[in-house]
């Protein structure tokens, strides 16, 4: 290869250092290249906002009927009853589902059909009654309305309660020995009727709900029209004390089944009839593997209850034969 001669050379070399491409040696190294852009989060799926769930109701001793709407728990179901007939939330005692009659069977809970007409019982006759307890047991299950009233939801016949002609099922109790229960909730009634002593009179201020008379034959029956409705006969309105209702699939067999005996098992524990704490028991007892898992989740949910822990494992049992088929 032919040499170019020294003064070329150096020629070469300041060209290149005035035109800025010559590099040092730490220039030379290579670099990373750029990161690529942030890729654009992902688009949500578009929100459809659902049918607004809308209610026929009426009061259970005779009214027109009115529509209901935009509640996610009793005390505002009852509110929005209230609001529609002109009346106090107050005046409300309890509802039923679909029969305007005084029918525990019937007692809304927590939940509602979708296609479920309301009734609702509104305070009717005062009275008093005093009770002499010849036995332990009064004779009566207790339940509440979820919004501050216990009632009477079973007497069990020929007990001390049963031969007291005057209280009916559907009283609410209002006060024991003129001490006011409102806003007490039914078990902490059971418990208090629980603690009277035999041989000793106290005094019962029951409220009955109002009655029907020639009113009934002028019922009206709900318009046919599915406005505002999801017509699905497989889905409920779940109503909880905390958070927003939820609308949600029936019950399966397992979970009415276990439902059914655990609300038993309350009302032979505890003197009441409650077929929503029944539910929240059996969800969340349904997918534990034992008794420790469910007795902690069952705290963290209900914790002011305070089960007794035999009542616990009796529970775990029922939910445990349930599921299995032995019952």
Excluded at 39 to 60: D, G
Excluded at 95 to 113: A, E, R, W, Y
Excluded at 185 to 208: C, D, I, N
Aim: negative net charge.
């Amino acid at each position: 290869m032919r040499e170019l001669p020294e003064a070329q050379v150096t020629q070469l070399k300041l060209g290149l250092m005035q035109t800025g491409e010559a590099m040092s040696p730490q220039d030379s190294k290579p670099t990373a290249p750029p990161l690529p852009p942030p890729s654009p989060p992902p688009a949500e799926p578009p929100e459809y906002p659902r049918p607004k769930l809308i209610f026929h109701t009426q009061l259970a001793h005779g009214s027109p009927t009115g529509r209901i709407h935009g509640f996610t728990n009793v005390k505002e179901l009852y509110a929005k009853i209230a609001e529609v007939f002109n009346i106090s939330p107050s005046e409300i005692l309890f509802c039923t589902l679909n029969s305007h009659k005084v029918d525990m069977q019937k007692l809304l809970g927590g939940q509602i059909g979708l296609e479920d007409f309301i009734f609702a019982h509104v305070r009717g006759e005062t009275k008093e009654v005093e009770v002499t307890k010849t036995e332990d047991a009064l004779g009566l299950t207790i339940t509440d309305n979820g919004a501050g009233y216990a009632f009477i939801k079973r007497i069990k016949e020929g007990s001390t309660i049963d031969r007291l002609k005057t209280v009916c099922v559907g009283d609410h109790i209002e006060a024991i020995n003129d001490q006011s229960i409102v806003g007490c909730r039914h078990y902490e009634v059971a418990k208090m009727l629980k603690e009277q002593p035999r041989g000793v009179p106290f005094t019962l201020r029951l409220v009955g709900p109002k009655k029907a008379f020639d009113m009934i034959g002028m019922r009206t029956r709900a318009p046919k029209s599915n406005e505002g409705k999801m017509v699905n006969g497989k889905e409920t309105l779940r109503l909880r004390s905390k958070g927003s209702a939820t609308v949600q699939e029936v019950q399966n067999e397992f979970e009415e089944r276990a439902t059914k005996k655990v609300d038993d098992l309350l009302e032979s524990y505890m003197g009441i009839r409650d077929l929503e704490l029944a539910t929240t028991i059996v969800e969340a007892g349904k997918d534990k593997k034992n008794p420790d898992d469910f007795a902690e989740a069952l705290d963290s949910v209900l914790g002011d209850f305070a089960f007794p822990d035999v009542f616990l494992f009796d529970v775990w049992g029922a939910i445990g034969d349930v599921k299995n088929g032995r019952i």
